[in-house]
């Protein structure tokens, strides 16, 4: 089945404390996205790839680090989470072309 | 800066009342406007891609248009499977991967 995978899909975590959040796709897809979802705000976007080793940043890219090493690998990663990172977050990835993204299921990040 | 705006925030329907969701934005040359439906709990769904003024685009009870300003998602006898959240996003000529989405209108068919 065609899909974009996210773990972990909970994740309550302290503040500081370094965390990776993993994204997998085996459509072979060359963009990858991602977006973070706050109530009353909508999606923003945090990151994106538009292939292996090149990345770039979206609108919301404070404390957040990203990786495209593998086509089908694109994590997210919070060297020192903050409580204003407490979110929805979700991955996403799309062909060339002008087509939608498939997204993944969704990570709901706790920072206490 | 890329504008997304959606209304209503929310809409409540009768089954088999059709409707229209409004899409207004404002973008720096129109590359593409894409509608996503999202169910609670659920990542996005793509629904629609529109490119150019006039153009429409359907699927099932769904029918997308789209005008130099603004598009509408028109929901022709709605069923309560229809009940979800609405997304509209556009990407633009000069921001590479950027996608700015709208709010939403989240939409509940009532049976």
């Known amino acids: 089945e065609a899909q974009v995978t996210q773990n972990p899909r909970y994740l309550i975590t302290v503040t500081g404390k370094k965390l990776t959040v993993t994204c997998s796709q085996n459509?072979?897809?060359?963009?990858m996205s991602w977006y973070r979802q706050d109530p009353g705000l909508g999606l923003r976007q945090i990151y994106y790839?538009?292939?292996?080793?090149?990345?770039d940043k979206g609108d919301v890219p404070e404390g957040y680090k990203v990786s495209r090493k593998e086509k089908r690998n694109f994590p997210l990663i919070l060297e020192s989470p903050s409580p204003n990172q407490t979110s929805l977050y979700f991955c996403?990835?799309?062909?060339?072309?002008?087509?939608?993204?498939?997204f993944g299921s969704g990570t709901r990040l706790t920072v206490v | 800066e890329d504008q997304v705006t959606q209304s209503p925030e929310a809409l409540r329907l009768q089954e088999g009342e059709s409707s229209s969701l409004n899409c207004s934005y404002t973008v720096s040359g129109l590359r593409g406007l894409f509608w996503y439906r999202q169910d609670p709990g659920k990542g996005p769904e793509f629904l629609f891609t529109?490119?150019?003024a006039g153009e429409e685009k359907e699927k099932e009870r769904l029918k997308a248009t789209l005008t130099k300003k603004e598009s509408f998602l028109h929901i022709t006898a709605p069923k309560p499977e229809d009940s979800a959240t609405y997304l509209c996003a556009v990407r633009s000529n000069f921001g590479n991967e950027k996608l700015t989405f709208g709010t939403g209108t989240r939409l509940t068919i009532i049976p």
């Open positions: 459509m072979n897809h060359e963009y």
């Open positions: 996403a990835s799309r062909p060339t072309g002008l087509y939608g993204y498939t």
């Open positions: 529109l490119y150019s």
């Open positions: 790839s538009m292939n292996v080793e090149v990345t």
